[in-house]
Structures are given as C-alpha cells and as structure tokens.
C-alpha cells in the first residue's frame, strides 16, 4: 500500500504534544527513505534498499526497559520481570523528552497492531529518525486511506534516539530508557537507535491487553496449509531459533514470522511485516528471504556493505552478528493476504540447544507442553542482545520473557486452555547443536528440521513409532524419511556417550532447578510432567 501523506482526525498537538517543529503525518515509504538519505540516516542500496547502522546499539537494550508503576497496573504487572518506574519520574521524563525534541523533524505513523479488525489496536508512532518511520511502517499494519481519516490513536509511541535519559532524575538505569505508562497511554523511548525497540515495545503492550479479553499473545511465527486456513501450524521461539526460517515455507502459506493473537476466532498476526536475521542467509536454503533484501524500500538493518558496488556481505558480522532487514509481508510469495489464520492444529516450540543434548523433535503431552513453554529452554544467540558474543544457554519463561508484563501462569494458563479446546498437537524441535555440545558438535542440519516439521504438519509423523526419551520424558520418533535415523538418538551422535550422558544430566538440572518458581501456580498435572 503506498498511498499519499494523510492528516489524521487527531494531531500531536490535540493529544498535548507541543512545541515540535515541522511534523510529517503518515509519509509513504518512498518518501521516509529520500528523507532519510538526505539526513545522512542511511544509503541506497541495490534494488531500491536502504542500508542503516544503528551505532552502539545492534540489539535490544533489556535492563533499560521500564513500566511505570500506577495504581491500575500494581497487582497486574510481574514485577519480577518489569523494572518499575515510578509516576514522578516518568512525568519528568516525557517532559524533558519534549523539551529536548523541541523545534525538531519527526514522523508520524499511524498504524495497527493486530490484523483481526475485532482486537486490533490503532499505535502512533513517532519518530525522530526518518528510517525509523520506514521500519514501523514496514512492521506494523498500515491502514486504509479512509481509516487514517479517522485514526485516534490508542497508544502513542515516542522514539527520540537524541535524547539521553539521566538516571538520576528520571529513574532509570543509563541514558537508554524504554519506559511504558499504561495509564498515561504512553511508551518514550531514548538513547537508542535499534529500531527493533519500536516493535518489541508494541509487542509487550500488547502482551499486557490481550489476556484481559482471553486472547494468547505469542512470540511466535504461523502458516497454514496452502488453501486451508484450518490447517494452521505455530512456531514458539527466541530470536535466531528459526521462527522466520521455518515459517516462510514455500509449500505452505505464511500468516506472520514473529508475533501473533490466538483468540476464539483463530490466530492472526500482530505485525505487518518481517524481521528477519540475515547473518549467513543463504540463497538456496531461504531464498524467500534472501530476495526481500534487494527489494525497493527493506531497511537493511547493521550489515557491512561495499561502498562502490553496494554489495551486502552476509558473512561479515564486525558490526553485529545481529544484522537484519525489515520488509513488508506481501514481499514473501507465499504471504496470507489476511494474515488471519485458523486454530492452530500443531503448536511447535522451538529451542537452540547449545548442550547438543535434546533430539530434534519430540512429541509433547499438553502438560508437557507448558512445562516447556514455562521453561522456555534455548540458548541466546550471539547479537540478539548487547553482550552476548555465543551462544549461552537460558532459560525464557514463554519464550519471550523480555516481552511478558505479565506473570507467566496467565501465558500459561491461556495456552494450556487453548490446546484443550481446539486439540492441537505439540512437538519440541531442536534447532540447535547435534554430535556434541556448542564449540565441539555442528548445527542441526537445517533440511532435516524441514523434513521433520513437513512430517509433523502433513501428520505422517505422528503415525509413526516414537520411543520414550529417558531424560526428558516425551516421546521421540525412532525414524522418519529423510532423516539419518543416528539424528533422531542424539546420544549416538556423540563420540564419547559418557560425556553425553552427563551433559544430559546437567541439562536435567538445569530444567529441574529452573522450575521451582512455577510449582507454586501449576496444577499437578504439570508438576507430574517435570522433570529431575
């Protein structure tokens, strides 16, 4: 959609942001990347692309993630997971984040989050950076010229990199502050240009309103079988397990890559677009993707180029092994036009296990299932997050705790609710190590997943014989076509299978000893279904 600037009914000045200078009101996609070149924000790129570096930031900036802490939201919020922010400050905060943007260039766009029209929510997002606006608009919903006419936003997002937040004064941690007030209808944003902050602060807003209405908001991916929305498959996972990956299967139709409702009318995505790794993209094995980099307008997001011939280098990760880009969906063949689904009819839940310990698919009892979704097992990938240069093993509640404002049983609870009335099947797939743990084994080889996933969505895997895991309990398949039956015994892959047992073992722990806080708030059920 590429329709001209439109004027909303509402304006910054009416919701009491004033004192900023020009305002750009819902720019199309090609006029966001001329301004941002001629700001100096970016280059072109091959095919029409914008190519961006986002500085010091190159990933999500976690412990500078604030909730303001109002009384509406007190006994709602898991403040064990949500720094909290007091009134006082966050009041101070927007005020000088004002004043600093005063007399400034921003963009405006006006947006959805959520492509059911029944429990969307209208986002405006301001930006101080040019490519920022393309980047949400890309990643967003975009309306309809006759509901921009209309538009009142819901929540307004305010992203000013410029800005630099004082601890001090404003209650927070450093000059990076990411600060969301439900009450005031507000998420500030400063110190950073990562524009990933932009989605992922949507993403937890929309965490925190969903499970009010009875809707499961999932970090996940979903497809549905080509021409049968009933047939609709979920991909839980952390960033760089594979959810865009393994979504964007050309022989099924892709609903969204990353985030996504499931409410009693079915699943439908949040988002408007994808955000997709692009360290080591290769032609053949994501070819979908690959093509969306030479595309006319997909922000190119810290990848090294060379600076006459523009060629992208998708090996050189000196800037970040976190590089990306940003596009809309419909660049994907495959893409729903409605990016609404059906009941999700198998739940997939994706880990990178850097042990080289679990199998690369496992079939889940729904007890099993929330288990694993509680514990959310995978290990962080190297960029993801300011820091992390290896894979670390980790242990993400929902697998998405950064995003959950809310304490995991109500995730939990909603998803284990959901599987029980809709019967959907669960499986645990392992995109991580096999032979051997992280440093000594490979990678899981990337067309055995597919075979094992196609295999579980088409249902002849689950016609098969599967042996029960002795470490874990669920149950594993002993053979599928296609696949080295030595893959599906990860023990058998290790050379030494002593070591791989008590690398076993440690996991074992590790799973056991993470649990503990959830034996409180779970049915016994659950409890039966862990493990150690």
Request: net charge negative; charged share 20%; hydrophobic share 35%.
């Amino acid at each position: 959609m590429d329709h001209g600037p439109v004027n909303p009914k509402m304006k910054l000045d009416d919701q009491g942001i004033t004192g900023l200078g020009t305002v750009y009101y819902n720019r199309t996609e090609a006029a966001l990347q001329e301004a941002a070149v001629a700001a100096g924000e970016g280059v072109n790129g091959k095919g029409g692309t914008l190519l961006v570096a986002t500085g010091k930031h190159t990933g999500r900036s976690p412990k500078d993630k604030f909730v303001v802490r109002t009384p509406s939201v007190e006994d709602s919020i898991w403040w064990e997971n949500n720094a909290p922010m007091e009134p006082e400050k966050f009041d101070v905060l927007y005020a000088d984040m004002l004043a600093h943007m005063k007399d400034g260039s921003y963009d405006v766009q006006d947006l959805f989050g959520g492509a059911d029209p029944a429990y969307r929510l209208d986002v405006r997002v301001v930006t101080e950076l040019a490519w920022h606006g393309l980047f949400i608009r890309h990643m967003l919903r975009r309306p309809e010229t006759s509901e921009l006419e209309s538009f009142v936003p819901d929540f307004t997002v305010i992203n000013c990199p410029t800005f630099k937040a004082d601890p001090a004064k404003h209650g927070c941690r450093s000059e990076t502050v990411i600060a969301m007030n439900f009450d005031a209808k507000l998420i500030l944003i400063g110190g950073t240009e990562y524009a990933g902050e932009n989605k992922k602060s949507v993403f937890t807003l929309l965490n925190y309103l969903l499970p009010e209405k009875g809707i499961m908001p999932m970090h996940c991916s979903a497809n549905h079988a080509t021409g049968n929305p009933v047939d609709t498959a979920v991909f839980f996972g952390l960033s760089g397990t594979g959810k865009t990956t393994l979504s964007a299967d050309p022989s099924r139709t892709l609903i969204g890559d990353d985030e996504h409702g499931w409410s009693d009318r079915g699943t439908f995505n949040f988002e408007g677009g994808c955000y997709a790794k692009t360290i080591g993209l290769d032609p053949e094995a994501e070819p979908e993707i690959y093509a969306t980099c030479f595309m006319p307008h997909t922000v190119i997001e810290n990848m090294v180029y060379d600076p006459e011939t523009l060629e992208l280098d998708f090996n050189d990760d000196s800037l970040t092994a976190n590089m990306r880009c940003a596009y809309p969906l419909h660049y994907i063949p495959n893409a729903s036009e409605t990016a609404l689904g059906g009941h999700p009819k198998n739940i997939i839940m994706l880990t990178c296990d850097a042990f080289g310990v679990l199998p690369p698919i496992a079939r889940l009892t729904p007890a099993q299932a929330m288990y694993h979704f509680l514990s959310g097992f995978t290990s962080k990938v190297a960029g993801t997050e300011r820091g992390v240069t290896e894979p670390e093993p980790t242990f993400s509640t929902c697998f998405g705790a950064p995003f959950m404002p809310r304490r995991p049983e109500v995730y939990g609870n909603l998803l284990r609710s959901k599987i029980a009335s809709h019967g959907a099947t669960c499986w645990l797939v392992n995109t991580g190590w096999t032979g051997g743990a992280y440093g000594t084994g490979s990678r899981m080889p990337i067309k055995a997943t597919r075979a094992l996933l196609a295999a579980a969505l088409d249902g002849t895997l689950i016609e098969g014989t599967f042996r029960k895991d002795p470490n874990f309990g669920f149950e594993v398949p002993v053979a599928v076509d296609g696949v080295d039956d030595g893959l599906l015994d990860p023990r058998s892959t290790w050379a030494d299978q002593t070591a791989y047992d008590a690398q076993a073992q440690k996991l074992v722990t590790m799973f056991s000893d993470n649990f503990e806080k959830y034996v409180p708030f779970i049915d016994d059920d659950v409890k039966a279904a862990a493990i150690g």
